[in-house]
């Protein structure tokens, strides 16, 4: 049986229904992250992912401006900003319409995004962790945002992955957050796990056989595994050979529940889409 349940958001006061999982292609307009395919620097490039992205499947754009692998240099909020300003000038001329998530655990380059760059989601990889203004900035703002499980920094998260039971505290620090976001009238969660945040091999995996247990929350959820060191590692290759395993672990992710693909490739995580729906809606 497959677990996934339509759901709605609700973007710039305009509500959409979805009756089908989704496909959130990455766009990085950073010199630095983990996975150099993913970099695109110059307005053209930009512009040619996007219409790839979106020929491909995507239904929306995950942007991010600041690299969240570990070791990554600082960024300054007003660089990130203007990278993501970039970005957004590359989306927007292609589509008008695609909703655009931006990667970002600051509020104030969250406020900026939705108020001044046309964005619509904010995807915060601290879970307000890191500013803890973001919550009532969101709120604020009234767009969806990605809840996600992260510990410490992209710096210090690797060391930070000690556990009584990895499933059992992720879902309990989502639980109290959630409630958190709710009293302040926040209504669009999306809850992503975050594979690879603080965690190590075996706790990914251990997160990846529990992982019908966040239907609990009755919220969208988010899986975010492409091209991740959970599956390079382990099988003893490199991002850039990661596709396949990205592919297996995200139909997994499928029939769990999950219900947005957070990916690098899209037509490969669309056509996972179908497979699981033929197989189990037809």
């Not at 690797?158 to 209504?187: C, F, H, P, W």
């Amino acid at each position: 049986m497959l677990e996934f349940k339509p759901f709605t958001i609700n973007l710039k006061g305009s509500l959409r229904q979805y009756d089908r999982q989704l496909v959130a292609g990455i766009i990085n307009v950073t010199p630095d992250s983990f996975y150099a395919s993913s970099r695109v620097n110059d307005l053209e490039s930009r512009k040619l992912r996007v219409s790839t992205m979106i020929e491909d499947g995507a239904d929306w754009i995950d942007l991010g401006a600041y690299s969240s692998r570990p070791g990554a240099g600082e960024v300054s909020p007003r660089e990130e900003i203007d990278r993501l300003a970039l970005g957004m000038e590359a989306i927007r001329s292609v589509s008008n319409d695609i909703p655009v998530s931006i990667d970002t655990f600051r509020a104030q380059v969250a406020e900026t995004a939705i108020k001044e760059l046309d964005a619509d989601i904010i995807n915060d990889i601290s879970g307000g962790n890191l500013d803890d203004r973001m919550f009532e900035t969101v709120a604020a703002l009234n767009v969806p945002y990605i809840l996600m499980h992260m510990r410490g920094t992209p710096a210090t998260m690797s060391s930070l992955n000690q556990y009584n039971d990895v499933t059992a505290d992720v879902l309990a620090d989502l639980s109290e957050k959630i409630d958190r976001l709710s009293l302040l009238g926040v209504s669009d969660i999306i809850v992503d796990p975050g594979f690879g945040f603080a965690k190590d091999v075996p706790q990914n995996y251990a997160l990846l056989r529990n992982l019908k247990l966040f239907n609990i929350f009755n919220r969208p959820l988010l899986v975010g595994v492409s091209r991740k060191t959970m599956i390079y590692r382990p099988l003893g290759i490199t991002p850039e050979a990661s596709l396949n395993g990205t592919t297996a672990i995200n139909t997994i992710a499928l029939l769990s529940g999950a219900a947005i693909l957070r990916v690098h490739d899209v037509k490969e995580a669309a056509e996972a889409i179908k497979i699981v729906n033929l197989t189990y809606n037809s």
